[in-house]
């Protein structure tokens, strides 16, 4: 039985049916002049030209190795038949681009950047075998190290079309640790995407440890309960929930993103969605010996004594920054230790869901605002946001807010997330600013992808159709504003998703719809095409051993949500 099964197994990877080409994001040129295929095993060197070249290399060797158990051999001179990562002083004169061929001399990647070299690699990962099951890993590894592996003979010309394409990820109403965003930010770079936006602080937890302010993690960053079923529960779960990165493992996950050349956004949330900050420090609220408003069914474990607390629930919350002296200079400690880890250009600062109740109430705030002339609350925020933004301008760095920090007023250097659909991010290139799309209907991948799914989602109803539709230059938008707009991203949201399956489930296989949208020429792109690339796709998805959804393929999803 054994035999014949690895008989199978091997036609079935050196077989024509592989010689089929899937790559996603689809390419900008890709030709096949000559049939035929090059076979990769143990004996193949990878061969790099340039030490900058080495991260993608590390990449392609590792991907090798844990899913087909072949290692290659690591050479530093050229050689026929072998894998060449060569960074060349003359490129395709784009940033990220490359090119790939593969014939009966071998494969050879040539880019002027790193970053071209490593997106060269993740064509040439989608150029091999994948197998249609994960069934008998141990003997495919062993069949794979006899026969080697085929990729298809072809000649590759490509660059990214947007320089901003992202994946955010909300580690505070669910925790993730080191380990798991350091696998997110595999699957990112797997996807050709360059930027990690991590939500690190709200509501429900502060996930980032300031050595300033200890209790921002050691209270801020726990929560008593979390409600059970959907906003506003049934109960309480009445199980104490959090966690935290070290500094130290900022630095390691900064690190690991920066070798497959993702940006890492770090987010922290100002001035609504702060009850985690103020249950840690109350003096930032402008109220602080009012007890924390807990909607819903509070637990009743825990510190009780307490006066504010870490939400338990989901949503917006009345009880947010002050803006006064001691809060400015609290957030101003805060950035600065965050801008000590984060190379990053861009500091998100938030801005999102703020009520102004408090400050309406506040005589603290009303007086703030005769004195600087604010003739309301959403100038009072924009006067908040504008001066954080002055404090991180004065370290070179620029703010990236969510689209209500147009409420009141932008401030001169921001740039501007849209969520609420497209309208912010129009209005915000018209006053030429630069713009990061993320509307909630098209890229809001905590939605649900099916009518029926099997556990809670947020709601919403966003298919992998709708993805793939989604165009980031709005049709209103001026052509000659088009230049604002960096790019997009999907946000993951993680109210109901409490495990790292859930994690995968919401994201595959939309992120390859994404992907698409981000990289590849608007010509180039259609269903048609991408959806035979995508069936590829989902094997990979298999491969990695990811729960992603099967929704596609009931027709029921066809039809949009009724509500
Ligand atoms: C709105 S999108 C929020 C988040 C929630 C999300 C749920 C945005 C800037 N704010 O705080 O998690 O809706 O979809």
Same mark, same amino acid.
């Given at each position: 039985m054994r035999n014949v099964f690895s008989t199978f197994l091997v036609s079935l990877l050196s077989c024509c049916g592989y010689a089929q080409v899937a790559i996603i994001p689809q390419p900008v040129e890709m030709k096949q002049p000559v049939k035929g295929t090059f076979r990769i095993n143990s004996q193949t060197r990878l061969v790099v030209n340039n030490q900058d070249g080495q991260n993608a290399a590390d990449f392609l060797d590792k991907y090798l190795e844990k899913f087909y158990g072949l290692e290659l051999v690591k050479e530093k001179t050229p050689a026929t038949g072998a894998i060449t990562l060569s960074l060349e002083k003359k490129g395709t004169g784009y940033p990220g681009g490359y090119t790939l061929l593969a014939d009966k001399t071998g494969v050879v990647i040539k880019a002027s950047d790193p970053e071209g070299i490593?997106?060269?690699?993740?064509?040439?990962?989608?150029?091999?075998?994948v197998p249609d099951t994960n069934e008998h890993a141990g003997s495919r590894k062993r069949i794979i190290q006899t026969n080697g592996l085929s990729i298809p003979f072809v000649s590759i010309s490509d660059y990214p079309r947007f320089a901003y394409r992202g994946m955010h990820l909300d580690v505070c109403r669910h925790f993730f640790p080191v380990s798991y965003v350091k696998q997110y930010i595999d699957y990112i770079a797997l996807h050709k995407m360059n930027y990690f936006h991590w939500h690190l602080t709200d509501d429900q937890g502060w996930r980032i440890e300031i050595k300033k302010y200890p209790l921002l993690t050691k209270t801020g960053g726990y929560r008593n309960g979390t409600i059970i079923g959907h906003h506003p529960g049934t109960a309480s779960d009445n199980t104490p929930y959090g966690g935290y990165y070290t500094q130290d493992e900022i630095k390691e996950v900064i690190a690991y993103a920066a070798e497959r050349y993702i940006t890492i956004i770090p987010e922290i949330e100002m001035p609504g969605h702060a009850s985690a900050a103020i249950a840690a420090y109350p003096q930032l609220s402008c109220f602080p010996d009012s007890a924390t408003v807990i909607p819903g069914p509070a637990s009743n474990a825990g510190n009780r004594q307490q006066l504010k607390k870490v939400q338990e629930t989901w949503g917006v919350f009345e009880d947010v920054f002050c803006p006064s002296e001691y809060t400015f200079h609290f957030l101003e400690d805060v950035? /600065? *230790?965050?801008?000590?880890?984060?190379?990053? %250009?861009?500091?998100?600062?938030?801005? /999102? *869901?703020?009520?102004?109740?408090?400050?309406? %109430?506040?005589?603290?705030?009303?007086e703030l605002m005769k004195k600087n002339g604010l003739k309301d609350e959403h100038e009072l925020q924009s006067y908040f946001i504008n001066r954080i933004e002055k404090h991180i301008n004065s370290k070179g760095r620029n703010i990236i807010g969510w689209n209500e920090i147009l409420e009141g007023g932008l401030a001169p250097n921001a740039t501007v997330m849209s969520w609420q659909g497209e309208a912010g991010g129009i209005t915000a290139a018209n006053q030429r600013h630069n713009v990061i799309m993320t509307p909630g209907g098209y890229v809001y991948f905590d939605h649900?992808?099916?009518?029926?799914?099997?556990?809670?989602?947020?709601?919403g109803f966003t298919t992998v159709q709708k993805v793939y539709s989604y165009e980031p230059v709005p049709a209103k938008l001026d052509k000659s504003k088009a230049k604002y707009i960096l790019g997009a991203q999907a946000n993951l949201w993680t109210e109901y998703i409490t495990s790292e399956a859930k994690v995968e489930y919401q994201l595959f296989p939309r992120m390859s719809a994404l992907s698409e949208v981000l990289w590849s020429p608007r010509e180039k792109r259609g269903w048609k095409g991408f959806e035979p690339r995508l069936l590829e796709q989902l094997k990979r998805y298999h491969l990695w051993g990811t729960q992603y959804s099967r929704a596609l393929f009931d027709p029921a999803n066809a039809k949009p949500a009724t509500k």
């Open positions: 490593f997106y060269g690699v993740q064509s040439l990962i989608q150029l091999l075998p950035l /600065d *230790e965050v801008m000590n880890l984060f190379p990053s %250009k861009y500091i998100h600062i938030g801005g /999102d *869901e703020c009520p102004k109740d408090v400050w309406k %109430k506040s005589a603290f705030c009303q649900s992808q099916a009518h029926k799914e099997d556990s809670l989602t947020i709601g």
